[in-house]
Protein backbone atom coordinates (compact mmCIF):
# COMPACT_ATOMS: atom_id res chain seq x y z
CA UNK A 1 0.00 0.00 0.00
CA UNK A 2 1.54 3.63 -0.90
CA UNK A 3 -0.14 6.99 -0.91
CA UNK A 4 2.08 9.59 -1.80
CA UNK A 5 0.90 13.49 -1.01
CA UNK A 6 1.33 17.00 -3.10
CA UNK A 7 0.14 20.23 -3.54
CA UNK A 8 0.71 21.90 -0.29
CA UNK A 9 2.35 25.30 -0.45
CA UNK A 10 1.89 28.54 1.73
CA UNK A 11 -0.96 30.60 0.29
CA UNK A 12 -2.65 33.59 2.27
CA UNK A 13 -5.59 33.86 4.45
CA UNK A 14 -8.65 33.60 2.33
CA UNK A 15 -6.60 31.60 -0.32
CA UNK A 16 -7.32 27.78 -1.80
CA UNK A 17 -5.19 24.82 -2.70
CA UNK A 18 -5.91 21.40 -3.77
CA UNK A 19 -4.25 18.78 -2.49
CA UNK A 20 -3.75 15.27 -4.54
CA UNK A 21 -3.00 11.66 -2.82
CA UNK A 22 -2.27 8.99 -5.49
CA UNK A 23 -2.36 5.71 -4.34
CA UNK A 24 -1.24 2.02 -5.04
CA UNK A 25 -1.16 -1.66 -4.14
CA UNK A 26 -4.37 -2.11 -3.06
CA UNK A 27 -7.66 -2.07 -5.03
CA UNK A 28 -8.90 1.41 -4.73
CA UNK A 29 -12.64 0.60 -3.74
CA UNK A 30 -12.00 -1.53 -1.08
CA UNK A 31 -10.88 1.15 1.22
CA UNK A 32 -11.78 4.40 2.42
CA UNK A 33 -9.26 7.31 2.30
CA UNK A 34 -9.33 10.56 4.57
CA UNK A 35 -7.56 13.13 4.86
CA UNK A 36 -5.32 14.31 8.15
CA UNK A 37 -3.37 17.06 9.48
CA UNK A 38 -1.16 17.90 12.05
CA UNK A 39 -0.18 21.15 13.27
CA UNK A 40 2.97 21.72 15.76
CA UNK A 41 2.44 20.58 19.23
CA UNK A 42 -1.12 19.28 18.64
CA UNK A 43 -2.33 15.73 17.76
CA UNK A 44 -3.22 14.37 14.35
CA UNK A 45 -6.81 14.74 13.63
CA UNK A 46 -9.09 14.52 11.56
CA UNK A 47 -10.48 16.17 7.66
CA UNK A 48 -12.23 14.39 5.59
CA UNK A 49 -12.67 10.89 4.64
CA UNK A 50 -14.14 9.08 1.80
CA UNK A 51 -15.24 5.69 0.25
CA UNK A 52 -14.34 5.58 -3.06
CA UNK A 53 -16.34 2.73 -4.08
CA UNK A 54 -20.27 4.75 -3.70
CA UNK A 55 -18.69 8.67 -3.00
CA UNK A 56 -19.82 9.06 0.30
CA UNK A 57 -17.63 11.33 2.49
CA UNK A 58 -17.27 12.81 6.07
CA UNK A 59 -16.17 15.56 7.52
CA UNK A 60 -15.01 17.76 10.21
CA UNK A 61 -16.64 20.49 11.86
CA UNK A 62 -14.17 23.02 10.55
CA UNK A 63 -14.02 21.40 7.28
CA UNK A 64 -17.31 21.65 6.12
CA UNK A 65 -18.39 24.04 4.12
CA UNK A 66 -14.77 24.89 3.15
CA UNK A 67 -13.18 21.97 2.01
CA UNK A 68 -14.43 18.97 -0.46
CA UNK A 69 -13.20 15.40 -0.72
CA UNK A 70 -13.13 13.66 -4.10
CA UNK A 71 -11.86 11.04 -5.58
CA UNK A 72 -10.78 9.72 -9.53
CA UNK A 73 -11.34 6.30 -9.55
CA UNK A 74 -9.55 5.70 -12.60
CA UNK A 75 -6.57 7.39 -11.19
CA UNK A 76 -6.71 5.53 -7.86
CA UNK A 77 -6.52 9.14 -6.42
CA UNK A 78 -8.16 11.21 -3.83
CA UNK A 79 -8.41 15.19 -4.30
CA UNK A 80 -9.02 17.53 -1.05
CA UNK A 81 -10.15 20.86 -2.42
CA UNK A 82 -9.35 23.41 0.12
CA UNK A 83 -11.34 27.12 0.16
CA UNK A 84 -11.51 30.24 2.44
CA UNK A 85 -8.24 29.02 4.07
CA UNK A 86 -7.42 30.58 7.75
CA UNK A 87 -3.98 30.70 9.58
CA UNK A 88 -5.11 27.76 11.75
CA UNK A 89 -5.41 24.99 8.85
CA UNK A 90 -1.79 25.48 9.29
CA UNK A 91 -0.30 22.15 9.41
CA UNK A 92 0.71 18.93 7.61
CA UNK A 93 -1.44 17.41 5.55
CA UNK A 94 -1.56 13.97 5.07
CA UNK A 95 -3.33 10.90 3.43
CA UNK A 96 -4.13 7.57 4.96
CA UNK A 97 -6.28 4.06 3.98
CA UNK A 98 -7.90 1.61 5.74
CA UNK A 99 -9.67 -1.59 4.21
CA UNK A 100 -13.45 -1.13 4.62
CA UNK A 101 -15.18 -3.69 2.68
CA UNK A 102 -16.56 -1.11 0.24
CA UNK A 103 -19.20 -0.42 3.15
CA UNK A 104 -19.88 3.93 2.63
CA UNK A 105 -19.36 6.36 4.83
CA UNK A 106 -22.40 7.38 6.68
CA UNK A 107 -22.91 9.56 9.59
CA UNK A 108 -22.90 6.47 12.14
CA UNK A 109 -19.16 5.84 10.89
CA UNK A 110 -18.07 8.93 10.20
CA UNK A 111 -16.46 9.84 13.47
CA UNK A 112 -14.88 6.21 13.09
CA UNK A 113 -13.38 7.12 9.56
CA UNK A 114 -12.09 10.60 10.89
CA UNK A 115 -10.17 9.23 13.64
CA UNK A 116 -6.10 8.43 12.83
CA UNK A 117 -5.79 5.70 14.91
CA UNK A 118 -7.96 3.26 12.80
CA UNK A 119 -5.39 3.88 9.42
CA UNK A 120 -3.03 1.69 9.53
CA UNK A 121 -1.91 3.09 5.81
CA UNK A 122 -0.34 6.54 5.63
CA UNK A 123 1.75 8.78 3.24
CA UNK A 124 4.42 11.23 4.14
CA UNK A 125 2.92 14.59 4.47
CA UNK A 126 2.71 17.35 2.53
CA UNK A 127 3.09 20.82 4.46
CA UNK A 128 0.42 23.56 4.02
CA UNK A 129 1.26 27.34 5.44
CA UNK A 130 -1.87 30.50 5.51
CA UNK A 131 -0.36 33.18 6.01
CA UNK A 132 -2.07 35.81 7.76
Known amino acids: VQLVESGGGTVQDGGSLRLSCVTS????????IGWFRQAPGKEREGVAC????????GYEASAKGRFTISSDNARNTVYLQMSSLKPEDTAVYYC??????????????????????????WGQGTQVTISS
Open 96 to 121: AAVRARRIPVVPETETHYLNPSKYPN
Open 50 to 57: IAPSDGTT
Open 25 to 32: GFIFGDYI
